[in-house]
């Protein structure tokens, strides 16, 4: 006999039911730099509510499929990584399935990871659930319930009815300093644009002939012909994944508002320029991209739009004098690469092994006692931050968050004994190997 399925009819409630959950440490966001503190969270032994609100875990690193992995090594002929933890992992496991595409500037030693966003994105989220972390996706942060310093808890709203998160520490990884500003402590924004882009994967290029394309090239024309094709931006990269039929995109930008409104209409803009970039690689360079074509559009990515007053600011001489401060937790060596114009990205190199760090102290809110930020919203002025904001610092951050609440317990994350926290983090702080 075959069974029959059923239904039931049921009306919503006068006064909806809250899921309540509680945990020693919340992450809101779960980009690279959330899952990093999840992860290393419940590596100590700490239970763990890891929320997002997209409906899958990663971040811009999968959404806005930003591509490539970089600030994890220093520059140079004797480049060395500098920041490990679950950065060793996603090295050797997504190399290990040809995942993760290695890459080595010739002229200055920089070393940089192109990857899958689609095989990242399962690696972590196979990760996060074989740490034993609970997950909550698809979830707007409402309300923060702060008590003097203390985050006490936060309410979520999702699909489902509203979610209720307990927890003795908690770290904003938001990328917008969410948590901050609805906790009612000061933020900082940009008082000009800083411009986001819209990354994309193209396919149906030759990929033979593709060897030949020299991007300087491709800048050239851009700068000369660009705005004919509605382009606003003249450099950037186009970078093929040796091995695949698909090819990287990284040539767009568009200001990145904190309006609900103007941001649905900045999802247009950057696929517009998107298509635009596609007839301009048809027309200006038909021999590689004839046929070539939009293969996925990411989500919009955005570079710096709000994020913490810290007890310390990070600043840009901070980082040319590679001064080691008393608290610092984490090491970073990419480049000042600033989204402040339409047309051009603003660069400032270092030398050779130049090395600088990321002090406790521009992680911490002022005033908020178990709260802690990582990943592109801590405290720094425009041209640091521009700096910090990659996947490698962010992975470190994220660490240094975790061991920072872990140590910290049901007290200040002021309180802790710096030494034994930089003892934790020995190897992205010392390690040279």
Same mark, same amino acid.
């Given at each position: 006999?075959?069974?029959?399925?059923?239904?039931?009819?049921?009306?919503?409630?006068?006064?909806?039911?809250?899921?309540?959950?509680?945990?020693?440490?919340?992450?809101?966001?779960?980009?690279?730099?959330?899952?990093?503190?999840?992860?290393?969270?419940?590596?100590?032994?700490?239970?763990?509510?890891?929320?997002?609100?997209?409906?899958?875990?990663?971040?811009?690193?999968?959404?806005?499929?930003?591509?490539?992995?970089?600030?994890?090594?220093?520059?140079?002929?004797?480049?060395?990584?500098?920041?490990?933890?679950?950065?060793?992992?996603?090295?050797?496991?997504?190399?290990?399935?040809?995942?993760?595409?290695?890459?080595?500037?010739?002229?200055?030693?920089?070393?940089?990871?192109?990857?899958?966003?689609? @095989?990242?994105?399962?690696?972590?989220?196979?990760?996060?659930?074989?740490?034993?972390? +609970?997950?909550?996706?698809?979830?707007?942060?409402?309300?923060?319930?702060?008590?003097?310093?203390?985050?006490?808890?936060?309410?979520?709203?999702?699909?489902?009815?509203?979610?209720?998160?307990?927890?003795?520490?908690?770290?904003?990884?938001?990328?917008?300093?969410?948590?901050?500003?609805?906790?009612?402590?000061?933020?900082?924004?940009?008082?000009?644009?800083?411009?986001?882009?819209?990354?994309?994967?193209?396919?149906?290029? +030759?990929?033979?002939?593709?060897?030949?394309?020299?991007?300087?090239?491709?800048?050239?024309?851009?700068?000369?012909?660009?705005?004919?094709?509605?382009?606003?931006?003249?450099?950037?990269?186009?970078?093929?994944?040796?091995?695949?039929?698909?090819?990287?995109?990284?040539?767009?930008?568009?200001?990145?508002?904190?309006?609900?409104?103007?941001?649905?209409?900045?999802?247009?803009?950057?696929?517009?320029?998107?298509?635009?970039?596609?007839?301009?690689?048809?027309?200006?360079?038909?021999?590689?991209?004839?046929?070539?074509?939009?293969?996925?559009?990411?989500?919009?990515?955005?570079?710096?739009?709000?994020?913490?007053?810290?007890? @310390?600011?990070?600043?840009? +001489?901070?980082?040319?004098?590679?001064?080691?401060?008393?608290?610092?937790?984490?090491?970073?060596?990419?480049?000042?690469?600033?989204?402040?114009?339409?047309?051009?990205?603003?660069?400032?190199?270092?030398?050779?092994?130049?090395?600088?760090?990321?002090?406790?102290?521009?992680?911490?809110?002022?005033?908020?006692?178990?709260?802690?930020?990582?990943?592109?919203?801590?405290?720094?002025?425009?041209?640091?931050?521009?700096?910090?904001?990659?996947?490698?610092?962010?992975?470190?951050?994220?660490?240094?968050?975790?061991?920072?609440?872990?140590?910290?317990?049901?007290?200040?994350?002021?309180?802790?004994?710096?030494?034994?926290?930089?003892?934790?983090?020995?190897?992205?702080?010392? @390690?040279?190997?």
């Amino acid at each position: 006999m075959t069974p029959s399925s059923g239904t039931r009819t049921i009306q919503r409630p006068t006064r909806l039911a809250t899921k309540t959950t509680s945990a020693d440490i919340c992450v809101l966001g779960a980009g690279i730099s959330g899952v990093s503190a999840a992860l290393e969270a419940a590596r100590l032994g700490r239970h763990v509510v890891l929320v997002d609100a997209a409906p899958a875990l990663g971040g811009q690193a999968i959404g806005s499929i930003i591509g490539t992995i970089i600030g994890l090594y220093t520059h140079g002929p004797a480049a060395y990584q500098i920041t490990h933890g679950i950065a060793d992992d996603l090295i050797a496991d997504l190399t290990a399935e040809g995942s993760l595409h290695r890459r080595i500037s010739v002229l200055t030693g920089t070393v940089t990871f192109q990857y899958d966003e689609v @095989r990242l994105g399962r690696w972590i989220e196979r990760k996060v659930q074989e740490a034993g972390v +609970d997950v909550i996706v698809g979830a707007v942060l409402t309300g923060v319930d702060v008590d003097g310093g203390r985050v006490r808890h936060a309410e979520f709203a999702t699909r489902f009815g509203p979610v209720h998160v307990e927890a003795s520490g908690f770290v904003d990884a938001s990328g917008d300093a969410t948590l901050t500003y609805e906790s009612g402590f000061e933020v900082r924004e940009p008082d000009a644009p800083v411009y986001g882009s819209m990354n994309f994967l193209i396919e149906g290029y +030759d990929t033979n002939a593709v060897k030949d394309l020299v991007v300087k090239d491709v800048h050239a024309r851009l700068a000369e012909k660009g705005d004919a094709y509605g382009l606003v931006r003249h450099d950037g990269f186009l970078m093929h994944f040796p091995g695949k039929s698909f090819m990287l995109a990284n040539v767009t930008h568009f200001e990145t508002p904190l309006d609900p409104l103007q941001s649905g209409r900045m999802v247009a803009e950057g696929r517009r320029q998107a298509d635009r970039v596609i007839q301009f690689l048809r027309a200006e360079f038909p021999r590689i991209f004839a046929n070539a074509g939009v293969r996925t559009y990411g989500n919009p990515g955005l570079r710096q739009t709000r994020w913490i007053v810290g007890d @310390r600011q990070l600043t840009v +001489d901070d980082i040319r004098r590679g001064d080691r401060p008393p608290d610092a937790v984490a090491r970073c060596a990419w480049w000042v690469e600033l989204h402040n114009a339409k047309d051009l990205v603003h660069w400032e190199g270092f030398p050779p092994d130049h090395v600088y760090y990321i002090p406790l102290g521009a992680m911490l809110p002022q005033k908020a006692d178990n709260l802690v930020a990582a990943g592109r919203c801590i405290d720094g002025d425009l041209e640091a931050l521009s700096a910090v904001r990659v996947m490698g610092p962010c992975i470190a951050m994220g660490a240094a968050a975790a061991h920072a609440l872990a140590l910290a317990g049901s007290g200040s994350v002021r309180d802790v004994d710096m030494r034994q926290l930089q003892q934790r983090l020995h190897d992205n702080l010392e @390690r040279r190997d």
